[in-house]
């Protein structure tokens, strides 16, 4: 593309939107007026980027010409956009409908649900999701999805008109043959095709291709009442009468047409003895549509035929599926009833939650959601995984399993030595007497009692400690020094096997045999602590 600038005709593209309508400013129309740059909304959002996108100096543009692309399908229209006294006035969109000449766009209609027996078509486009805007203007198609077993109560065309719908969607009111016959219900109408083709339309009437035979069936108990049909075709003679079956004669009262011809078109009618009736619009017409051509490398095709009625299934290989509609009908427009689905790579939903994964310690080491692909998880320090540490993505998009849990790593209440105990008996992470990753433990030996091993002990991520717990020896306490005299060695605590001898004073003697005290493996003396007496009193 050339851009010319100075020009009475600067072509750019880039996206404008507003609310549902994104168009592309195709011209400008460079004459002198004051306008700010208009703000560019891509998908209904204001971006910054789209204004510098288009050009900076609004100040001598007095009307941007850009091509719309209205309603849910992407109709384009020329649209444009004014500068009046220093404000954008617009868009302003060319109607077909009125000469051509640019109009204010009404107010949109929004089709906020869709009833679920109901198939709502516009341009013969079949609306899957509700929440879908359309243009003022809009007609809508409703018609029952099961045609003869609901009878639709209300107009099948709303038509959107600045804003609201001309009237509610109308809605499915059950047949006999959902109801368990009750008399007040419209007869059900089965539809039967022996040979030939036909397709249900958008509007709900159903359409066939010249030659085939079709048989409409009325269902009604026959101990009750029989039917009666009725045809606005004014030539047209029709058989009626019982089913002939004896599965069938007792509730099947059939109108049958043999060969059909498009003199056969009109609207069939049974009514019950009650005269509660249900109608078909029949429309013979020799319609073909174009073959089905695949481009998709993956998709797989059977046709059935390209007459009117006649169906199409697509498949895809293992490890895809079909985005779109799977089975295409030809339709009296001479148009199948979709487009041509296309083949997706199976894929299992993603595990991203706006924080990440749902599980807050949970990690992911490999991720790959395609058919056959895996997620391989682990868990943050100090927490261990509890269930399949990786699983797979199933060929129905479903993950093989549940994602895996983390619980904190603990590890057990220490055993505590005889004649130990903890000094730090509270510890971060203590949970029911178990103890977190990281917890530091600290042993004390009561009395004199010896501590052995490991004084303080950590709880390691393999939910073990460091270290067993110490052992508490008993030692021998130190018994002070006697009167008159002094004790060897002088110890805060003596370890079994430790002696202990009393020296005394000059003038003070010790009975021999008790000089010597032995600390005993039990932590006991083995006699008391010798006395120094006075030679006086010896
Ligand atoms: C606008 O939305 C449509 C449909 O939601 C999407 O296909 C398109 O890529 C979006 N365009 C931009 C520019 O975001
Ligand atoms: C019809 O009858 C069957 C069994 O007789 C019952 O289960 C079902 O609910 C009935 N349906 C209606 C619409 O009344
Ligand atoms: C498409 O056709 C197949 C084969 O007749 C059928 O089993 C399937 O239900 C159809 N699917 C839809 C969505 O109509
Ligand atoms: C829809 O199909 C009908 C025939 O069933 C046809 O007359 C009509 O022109 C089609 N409408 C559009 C918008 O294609
Ligand atoms: C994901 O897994 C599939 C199936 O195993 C494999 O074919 C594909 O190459 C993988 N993708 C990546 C990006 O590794
Ligand atoms: C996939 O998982 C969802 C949710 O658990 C379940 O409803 C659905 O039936 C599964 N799909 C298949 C094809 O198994
Ligand atoms: C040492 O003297 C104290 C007090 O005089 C007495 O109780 C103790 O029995 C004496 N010890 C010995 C071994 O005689």
């Not at 109709?75 to 500068?83: G, S, Y």
């Not at 059939?254 to 009514?271: E, H, N, P, V, W």
């Not at 060929?395 to 105990?421: A, M």
Request: proline share 10%; aromatic share 8%; with cysteine.
């Amino acid at each position: 593309m050339t851009l010319v600038r100075n020009d009475l005709f600067l072509l750019l593209v880039i996206i404008f939107s507003l609310q549902s309508l994104s168009c592309k400013v195709l011209q400008e129309d460079l004459t002198s007026d004051s306008c700010p740059p208009p703000s560019l909304a891509l998908n209904g959002s204001l971006t910054e980027k789209g204004e510098t996108r288009i050009r900076g100096e609004y100040s001598n543009v007095r009307e941007v010409k850009f091509s719309g692309s209205i309603g849910p399908l992407g109709e384009k229209r020329l649209c444009k956009i004014k500068c009046i006294g220093g404000q954008w006035v617009g868009p302003l969109c060319v109607d077909q409908q009125d000469n051509g000449r640019f109009q204010p766009l009404f107010k949109n209609c929004k089709l906020e649900y869709i009833n679920p027996h109901l198939v709502v078509t516009f341009k013969n486009i079949t609306i899957h999701n509700p929440g879908i805007v359309f243009p003022h203007g809009s007609q809508l198609q409703v018609r029952c999805k099961e045609l003869g077993l609901y009878k639709l109560l209300g107009t099948a065309t709303p038509r959107c008109h600045n804003g609201e719908w001309s009237t509610r969607l109308p809605s499915c009111v059950p047949t006999t043959i959902l109801t368990n016959f009750t008399e007040d219900a419209p007869p059900t109408v089965l539809i039967k095709i022996p040979s030939g083709s036909a397709s249900v339309e958008p509007g709900g009437d159903l359409a066939l291709f010249p030659g085939s035979t079709l048989h409409f069936e009325c269902l009604y108990p026959r101990r009750v009442g029989t039917p009666d049909w009725t045809w606005t075709t004014p030539l047209g003679q029709y058989l009626t009468g019982w089913a002939i079956a004896p599965e069938e004669r007792d509730w099947k009262y059939r109108l049958s047409i043999y060969y059909a011809k498009s003199q056969d078109s009109g609207t069939f009618t049974c009514a019950t003895p009650r005269g509660i009736t249900n109608s078909i619009t029949l429309h013979v017409v020799a319609v073909t549509c174009e073959p089905i051509s695949v481009r998709g490398i993956h998709l797989t095709v059977r046709v059935e035929g390209t007459r009117l009625g006649h169906r199409a299934f697509f498949q895809c290989p293992t490890g895809y599926v079909v985005s779109g509609a799977p089975n295409l009908t030809c339709q009296a427009s001479g148009k199948w009833s979709s487009t041509v689905p296309k083949c997706d790579p199976v894929t299992c939903p993603p595990f991203d939650s706006p924080g990440g994964l749902p599980e807050p310690h949970l990690q992911l080491e490999e991720y790959n959601n395609s058919f056959g692909g895996r997620a391989v998880f682990s868990c943050a320090w100090g927490y261990r995984l509890v269930g399949p540490p990786g699983i797979e993505c199933e060929i129905n998009g479903n993950w093989s399993g549940r994602l895996p849990k983390c619980l904190p790593v603990q590890c057990p209440p220490p055993v505590l030595p005889i004649n130990g105990h903890l000094i730090q008996s509270e510890s971060p992470g203590m949970d029911g007497g178990r103890y977190a990753v990281g917890s530091l433990v600290q042993f004390a030996c009561k009395g004199a009692h010896l501590l052995e091993g490991e004084a303080s002990i950590i709880c390691t991520e393999t939910g073990f400690w460091s270290h067993p717990p110490p052992f508490c020896k008993p030692r021998c306490a130190y018994l002070g020094e006697p009167n008159n005299g002094l004790v060897a060695p002088t110890k805060f605590a003596y370890d079994p096997g430790d002696e202990l001898q009393v020296t005394c004073n000059p003038g003070f003697e010790s009975k021999i045999d008790e000089q010597r005290i032995k600390c005993l493996p039990d932590g006991k003396w083995s006699g008391p602590l010798p006395n120094c007496t006075s030679y006086d009193q010896i």
